[in-house]
DNA sequence: TTGCATCCTGACCGTATGGTCAGCTTTCAG
DNA sequence: CTGAAAGCTGACCATACGGTCAGGATGCAA
């Protein structure tokens, strides 16, 4: 930790503070939900005094909507792999890698969004009517356009991202449950490849997806 | 409605309350999760004072456990279908039509669940470690045979397992998501119907399956 | 009819939580 | 150097929540 008593800047406080604040946020949201989550758990983990957290986040709720935001972005931008793509092998291939590493770097964001969708949305709901839409709608067509193209069967392609989705936030939100499954170890680097390369097996081969 | 003021008995009185109590727990719990949760809200919506949610519920814990526990149990049971099955075709497609009707039957008790997963199973830790583990434990090796038998290819059968898991769930844990893309609607019969046969055939090609 | 076990509930209690605030310290522009 | 703005925090408050309980109502066996 380079933290030695050197006086900081405001704008690296207010930077360091508001990112120590966000990562315990994260985790205790995740672990406990948002009504189980305390601004105490948070402050404490944080280290800081709860008094500072609303001084950077007015509300629970304001501090929570940060939290579930900043997943979202991450969330979004691991589709870009998927666009650039020539065909379902390299595009889906891609996304699942990209979503499977979110899945395992950040098991908490996924956690809360999984929580904030299941609760409803109550946060979320316009960015799913407009920006998540939106994202699928594309998707959609880009699959819709694989096939038609003879590069992989008809197959529904709002039920294929559902699949592919649900596939790779498994890993993240029933992590615990796969963890215990695994004799109470989480999986090694060999098992998270071999989950990787699993599931874009089956899903590649299920779609008959020809190479472009 | 039969609720005339035709007197009742002991047992039902129970039964019904109970019956009522835990419908109306399973809902409050899946909508707000456990912290979320109220007695309140729980007894307004059994429509029953809070006082007498603890004559029958000592404490909320009691209340989540036995909410749980219920959802657990018919999840296990569509674990059946799985087991008569000659070969892949048929004991994966019954598995599948089983925990997509529950995720349209039950979405409420799968939320729950998915949330006591996610949250580290505080309350089914011992039934992930000993019934979930025996359970999943003798599908892989079924699995495993299935193989062996040369009627699907070699898949690793845990990472099977939990796609299927993952797959069918989604459709009850990530509903409100699904509606949402759908134009608001929940899915019609028709649109069930082709998620089913969707991820059927998916997996079902993806795995190579050959039909028994 | 009687007595008892079960069922029911309004009123109450201690605690934990989200949020506030007055007043302190630290940074930094001028 | 100085003053104002930004950052910080212990102490405090109102509320909401889980849980309790005394005592009334109701079903039922004998």
Redesign the pocket.
Same mark, same amino acid.
Do not use: S
């Given at each position: 930790m380079a933290e030695t008593t050197r =006086? $900081? &800047? &405001?704008?690296d406080? &207010?930077r360091e503070?508001e990112k120590a604040i966000l990562l315990a946020a994260e985790k205790v949201f995740a672990e406990a939900g948002f009504g189980g /989550? +305390? $601004?105490?758990?948070i402050a404490d983990l944080a280290g800081? =005094?709860? /008094?500072?957290l609303? @001084? @950077?986040f /007015? +509300?629970?709720?304001e501090l929570y909507r940060s939290v579930v935001q900043n997943i979202f972005e991450i969330w979004l931008q691991a589709a870009n792999c998927f666009d650039a793509a020539r065909g379902p092998v390299d595009g889906i291939s891609a996304y699942i890698d990209a979503k499977m590493e979110i899945s395992r770097r950040h098991p908490d964001g996924s956690k809360v969004w999984a929580s904030e969708v299941m609760h409803g949305a109550p946060v979320l709901q316009d960015y799913m009517e407009s920006t998540l839409r939106e994202w699928t709608d594309g998707r959609v067509e880009i699959i819709r356009r694989w096939i038609e193209e003879g590069k992989m069967d008809p197959v529904d392609p709002r039920h294929l991202l559902y699949m592919l989705w649900a596939t790779t936030q498994h890993y993240a939100d029933f992590g615990h449950q796969i963890e215990t499954l695994n004799g109470g170890k989480s999986l090694s680097d060999r098992q998270w490849r071999e989950a990787k390369e699993n599931i874009k097996r089956v899903i590649l081969t299920g779609i008959g997806a020809q190479p472009a």
């Open positions: =006086p $900081m &800047r &405001r704008q406080i &207010r503070n /989550a +305390t $601004m105490q758990l800081l =005094p709860k /008094a500072n609303h @001084y @950077y /007015a +509300t629970k709720e």
